[in-house]
């Protein structure tokens, strides 16, 4: 069992920043892929930016790639999501996920969920 618990969101102006956190414990996690997902009102929970735990690949969405960081502290078992230049299309419930088959960019795909943190960003 894998427990995931983010962190980090709140509301920002459009062209500013949050940084949200993903804490894992559980199973060890070098195998593991870990994600961030969103999901805005109404719209199905779409891929952000994913790594696997023992690589350095990155993976992102187009709508957030040269905006958004993905990165991971081993040590903390803490997955992170830089988010710069935030626009209001990117309110939603940001997700972490994480998954032992291996990146995907399909919500289905992953095993584990947190509880979700809101993200509003204002025009």
């Known amino acids: 069992q894998v427990l995931l618990v983010e962190s980090g969101g709140g509301s920002v102006q459009a062209g500013g920043s949050l940084r949200l956190s993903c804490a894992a414990s559980g199973r060890t996690l070098n195998s593991y892929a870990m994600a961030w997902f969103r999901q805005a009102p109404g719209k199905e929970r779409e891929f952000v930016a994913a790594v696997r735990w023992s690589a350095d690949r990155l993976y992102y969405a187009d709508s957030v790639k040269g905006r958004f960081t993905i990165s991971k502290d081993n040590a903390k078992n803490t997955v992170y999501l830089q988010m710069n230049t935030l626009k209001p299309e990117d309110t939603a419930v940001y997700y972490c996920?994480?998954?032992?088959?291996?990146?995907?960019?399909?919500?289905?795909?992953?095993?584990?969920w947190g509880q979700g943190t809101q993200v509003t960003v204002s025009s």
């Open positions: 996920a994480a998954d032992l088959t291996g990146v995907g960019r399909s919500y289905w795909e992953y095993d584990y």
